[in-house]
Structures are given as structure tokens and as C-alpha cells.
């Protein structure tokens, strides 16, 4: 009997985790890929012409290329590998993720009572960990500071409704952008589209997107996750081929030294271009999230070995059409696509 959906549905406590087999945490991996990764995994529509939008211009010698996506490459396994990946997905409060998680656990350790918790009815719940976590010194002098100090309890809930309500909003406005500029492109096979039709089209398909989201995580999973998975070896197959055709040189851009002569030549223009960078991580919050519906092991096995280096291999063939086309710049995801 097949378990993934209520796997999805309950998610997996660590304690649990042991029992799961390894079908059903491959299953899990495959599902997440249709909820989780979306906003990622449509991040390389928009992120070179965001970064090259403002007063930043490309030289012949290819170094501001070479540069951002050193800074890509780097930004992305630091803080979707190692940061989330290696860290935060190990912070979860029996199986659950995101930002109350984490304030529920120094709630019940730390005793920051500004809300209810750790009542008599919650012992009665099989995943409602009482036990000591083990207590460090600067555990210690963490829990010695917030009970010494409650208005700084009460700055901690703000702190903590205020990342809540920025999560909300970027799963929100993300589609939005990456569906917008999706539509966007179809204005290259039809040039005579007007921006107008772009706009209701993409408004249609967030309304539909959107709609779907009371049928279940499982059902949205299965129907999501061949859709991202196509879209992820696609993109990947084609920043291959860029790679080896235009510039296979760009695989130098690797290491960090492409960082530093980024911003020596290009000063504080490039500091501030650097935002467009950041859009390469936009959705990695999600893996943590999202941690209640799936398991943290099946988020990093479909993370380290399948969304990792499809899209890696995208912005690094993306980057490699660009070295030897910089007319393209704004449409340079969509130009790169051979044929």
C-alpha cells in the first residue's frame, strides 16, 4: 500500500524517521519537487537581466560574467547547500519547520511564555518531544538573557511574526514574477503580443495556480512534480550544450577569485548588482517551510542530488551564451534556448 500521501500530509518526525523506508523517501523526494522548488527552479528566468539592468555593462573581457556567476555559484551553495541543506533543516521542531517552529521550541526549552505553550493537553501527543535537548553554554546564556529580560520575549514574537508575514509575502509576489516572466517570453515567437495579453495571461494561470492549493499536498504534488522535473532536466540539457558550444572556459569561473575581480572592476556598481544575485535564492525558505509535509531526508536527497546541479548547469550555460552574446542580455534566457 502506497503511504507517501499520508507521509505528505502528517510529515515525518525525526524519531520516526528511522522507520521510513527507502521507496517512500525516494517517493517523498519526487513529490517535493512538484511543491517545493518551484520558485527556485524559475529563478534563472530573471536573474542575469535583473543583475545586468541597472548602470552595470559588459566588457569584452568577460570578467563581469565570469563574476556574477562566480557570485551565483558561491551564494547558491552557501546558503541553499550548506546553510539550509547541512543546517537549518536539522532545526525542526518534531518534524516541522519554519519560523514558529523554531520559536515554539525556545518557548517550551527557554520558558518564553508571551505565548501559550507547553500546556498538559500537548503531552498527550505522541510527537511532543518534553525532553531536554542538552544544554551548552551559550544555550545556557541564551535562555539566562530572554528570562532575565521579557521585553526582549516580546521583541523575539514580533522578530519572529515579522519573518512569518515576509514568507508569506514572498510566496506571494515569487509566482508572480516568475510567471509573469515566463509569459514574457512566449513575446519572442509572437513578437505582435501586447504586454497587456502577457499581463491577463499570466493572471489567469496564478488564479489557477493558486486554486489547486485546496486539493491536498499530495494531489498537487503528483501533478507538479513531472511538470518540474521536465522543466529541470530541460534547463539543465540546454546550459550543457551552451557550455560546451559557446564558452567552456566559463567552467573557470568556479572558483572564488572571479568574485574579487568582479568587484574591482566594477566598483560599487557591481556591489549594488549584486541584488539580482540574491534572486537565485529566492524560495530556499520553502525547504525549511515546507519540512511538515515531507521529510528532511527526502528534501535533501531531491535538493543536493537533482535541483542542485540542474540548475547550477543552467546559470552556468546561461552565463556562457552570454560571454559570447551581450546584445542578449535581457532576453538571455530565452535566446539561449537553441533552435
Known sequence: ????????????????????????????????????????STSPLYVYKTTFSGKLSLHEDDEEIFGVFSFIFWTFTFIALFKYVFVVLSAD??????AFALYSLLCRYAKLTVLPNHQEMDEKLSTYATGSPGETTQSAAVKSFFEKHPKCQKCLLIFVLLGTCMAIGDSVLTPTISVLSAVSGVKLKIPQLHENYVVIISCIILVAIFSVQRYGTHRVAFVFAPISTAWLLSISSIGVYNTIKWNPRIVSALSPVYMYKFLRSTGVEGWVSLGGVVLSITGVETMFADLGHFSSLSIKVAFSFFVYPCLILAYMGEAAFLSKHHEDIQRSFYKAIPG
Not at 29 to 36: E, K, M, P
Open 93 to 98: 521542531d518534531n518534524g516541522e519547520g519554519g
Open 1 to 40: 500500500m502506497n503511504q507517501s500521501p499520508t507521509l505528505i500530509e502528517q510529515g515525518i518526525s525525526s524519531q520516526k524517521l528511522k522507520t521510513v523506508s527507502c521507496a517512500n523517501v525516494l517517493t517523498l523526494a519526487y513529490q517535493s519537487l512538484g511543491v517545493i522548488y518551484g520558485d527556485l
